[in-house]
C-alpha cells in the first residue's frame, strides 16, 4: 500500500476514534474507572505522547532543511544574477495571491452573511498580545545572531542568514566550491531523513486527529455551521480553483497532476496544521516529484511557508464579516479595502504555527475598528479551519514555485509529468 493511502486511512481512523472516544467521555451511564482510563491513559496519554513526539520529529528537520537548502540554492544562483527576479517574482506572487484570497473571502461572506443570525451568548472575552509595530518587523527580519536565530526557529532570520551565506559561497572561488559541496551531501542526507519520518506518519497522523476530536467532538461544528462552511467554502475554491487557473495561464501546466501528488503533503498539513512542520514533506514533494530545481524550490517553498498565508487570509475576511454582523456594525468600503490591505501584510512574518491566524486577526479587527472580543465567538471550530486553510497554504507554496521555476526554465517538465515520480514519497 503506498504511504499516501496509509495516511489517509490513518486520518479516517484517526478522526472516527476520536469522535467515539468523545461521545464515551460524554455519555453519562459510563463507569468512572472506564472514562478516567479513556482520559487518563488513551486521549492524553498514549495518543497525546505519539502526537506531541511526531510533531516535535517534523520540527527537527525544519531548521537545518530551510537553512541547507537556501545555501544550496543561492549558492547555485549567485554567479547567475537570478536571484533578485527570483525574490521578486515569488513574494510579488504570494502577495497578489494573500489579496485575492481575502477579497474573494469578503465578497462571499458579505453575500452568506454567516453572522445575520447569531446571538450573542453573554461576554465574549479573548485577551491578545499587542502586534508590534511594522518598523519592528521589518528590521527584526535582519539577525543580529544568526546561531540564535536558528535556536528560536525564527525563519524569516535564517531565510536572510542562509541567502547571505549562500551568495558568499558562489563568489568565494575554490573554497566556496568545497563549503557548497558539503551543503549539498548534507541536503542529501537531511532529505534521506525526511524519507525515514515519512514512514512512520501514519501513526502520528492518527494519533494527532484521534485526540483532537476525542476533545472537541463533531459537534462543535454544528454551533457555528455558517460560518465553518463558509469559510470551508472559500479555502476549497481557492485551493482547486484560484491556484489552478494560475498554474494552467502563467505556466501551461495541468493543474489535476499538481493536485493529485499534494495529497501526501495535505495530509501533513490537515494533522499538523503547520506549514513550518509540513515544511520538510512539501520541499521534498516540490522538488522530487513536481520538479522543481533546487535552485528555486530552496527558496521560495521555505520563504512561502513563513509569508504566503493565503487560508489565513480567508479566515480573517469571513471572520471579519461575522463579527461585524453578529455585532451589528456596518463596514464601509473604505473599511474593506482596510481589512484587504491590513490582512495581506500581517502574513508576512506570521509565524508557521497553530492558530496564530487569531492574533492577526486580532490586528485585522482593530483596524477595521471591530470588538477583539468577538474572536472568543470562533474559537471553538478554529482548529478544524486550521488544518484545513494550512492545506491551502502548503498547495500555494508549491502552486508558486512551479510557476515561478517555469519562468525561469528551472522546472523539470518530465519530472512534472511523470506520475511515478519519486514514488516512494507518495
Not at 202 to 218: H, Q, R, S
Not at 272 to 297: D, I, W
Request: net charge negative; aromatic share 8%.
Amino acid at each position: 500500500m503506498s504511504l499516501t493511502n496509509r495516511i489517509l486511512i490513518a486520518m479516517v481512523t484517526g478522526i472516527l476514534m476520536g469522535s467515539l472516544l468523545n461521545v464515551l467521555l460524554n455519555a453519562s451511564g459510563l463507569a468512572e474507572s472506564l472514562r478516567q482510563f479513556i482520559d487518563t491513559y488513551l486521549v492524553y496519554g498514549l495518543f497525546d505522547v505519539m502526537g506531541r513526539i511526531f510533531i516535535a520529529t517534523l520540527k527537527l528537520l525544519v531548521v537545518p532543511l530551510v537553512l541547507v537548502s537556501l545555501i544550496c540554492g543561492s549558492s547555485s544562483l549567485g554567479d547567475s544574477a537570478r536571484m533578485g527576479p527570483i525574490a521578486i517574482k515569488t513574494i510579488g506572487f504570494y502577495l497578489a495571491t494573500t489579496a485575492i484570497a481575502i477579497t474573494v473571502a469578503l465578497l462571499v461572506a458579505v453575500v452568506v452573511s454567516p453572522g445575520a443570525n447569531v446571538e450573542l451568548a453573554g461576554e465574549a472575552n479573548f485577551e491578545v498580545a499587542a502586534a508590534p509595530p511594522l518598523t519592528d518587523v521589518l528590521v527584526n527580519i535582519f539577525p543580529s545572531n544568526p546561531v540564535k536565530a536558528m535556536a528560536d526557529g525564527n525563519m524569516l532570520q535564517i531565510i536572510v542568514f542562509a541567502l547571505l551565506f549562500g551568495y558568499a559561497i558562489s563568489h568565494a572561488g575554490e573554497p566556496g566550491q568545497r563549503v557548497a559541496g558539503f551543503f549539498r551531501d548534507t541536503e542529501a542526507v537531511i532529505m534521506k531523513m525526511v524519507a525515514i519520518l515519512m514512514e512512520l506518519a501514519p501513526y502520528g497522523v492518527f494519533a494527532l486527529l484521534a485526540k483532537l476530536f476525542a476533545e472537541m467532538g463533531i459537534g462543535a461544528i454544528m454551533d457555528l455551521a455558517a460560518y465553518f462552511l463558509t469559510v470551508l467554502g472559500v479555502l476549497i475554491f481557492h485551493a482547486l480553483f484560484v491556484y489552478s487557473a494560475l498554474l494552467k495561464s502563467l505556466a501551461g501546466l495541468s493543474p489535476r497532476i499538481m493536485l493529485e501528488k499534494m495529497r501526501p503533503v495535505w495530509a501533513f498539513a490537515f494533522s499538523t496544521a503547520s506549514s513550518g512542520a509540513t515544511l520538510p514533506v512539501t520541499l521534498r514533494t516540490v522538488e522530487r516529484r513536481l520538479g522543481v530545481h533546487n535552485s528555486v524550490a530552496g527558496f521560495t517553498v521555505p520563504l512561502g511557508s513563513t509569508i504566503n498565508m493565503d487560508g489565513t487570509a480567508i479566515m480573517q475576511g469571513v471572520a471579519t464579516v461575522f463579527i461585524a454582523q453578529v455585532y451589528g456594525v456596518e463596514l464601509s468600503l473604505v473599511a474593506y479595502a482596510t481589512v484587504i490591505l491590513t490582512a495581506t501584510l500581517a502574513s508576512i512574518g506570521t509565524a508557521a504555527v497553530p492558530g496564530v491566524g487569531l492574533v492577526t486577526l486580532a490586528l485585522v479587527l482593530e483596524q477595521a475598528g471591530l470588538p477583539v472580543e468577538g474572536i472568543a465567538l470562533i474559537i471553538g471550530v478554529d482548529r478544524l479551519l486550521d488544518m484545513v486553510r494550512t492545506m491551502v497554504n502548503v498547495t500555494g507554496d508549491a502552486t508558486v514555485a512551479v510557476i515561478v521555476a517555469n519562468s525561469e526554465n528551472q522546472l523539470d517538465k518530465q519530472v512534472y509529468l511523470n506520475p511515478k515520480a519519486d514514488l516512494d514519497a507518495a
